[in-house]
C-alpha cells in the first residue's frame, strides 16, 4: 500500500543518547490510500538513505 509522510517526529534520546546496539527511530505519520492516518516506526537512516521527507509517498 502506498502512503504519503505527513510529518517526521525525530526521538528524543535525552542526554543518555541512542542505546548501545541500536540505531536511532523516527515516528512517522502517514496517510494511505484511503485517508486513513496512522503512526509507524522507521529508522533515521532508511529516512535519509532515500531521501525520505513530509510530503512524499513510499510503499510499505
Known sequence: ????????IEWDYGCE????????MCSVLVRDE???????KLADSYLNENHLNAGDTIEL
Open 1 to 8: 500500500m502506498k502512503y504519503t509522510i505527513l510529518e517526521i
Open 17 to 24: 543518547g541512542v542505546p548501545d546496539g541500536e540505531e536511532p
Open 34 to 40: 484511503n485517508n486513513s492516518e496512522k503512526l509507524i
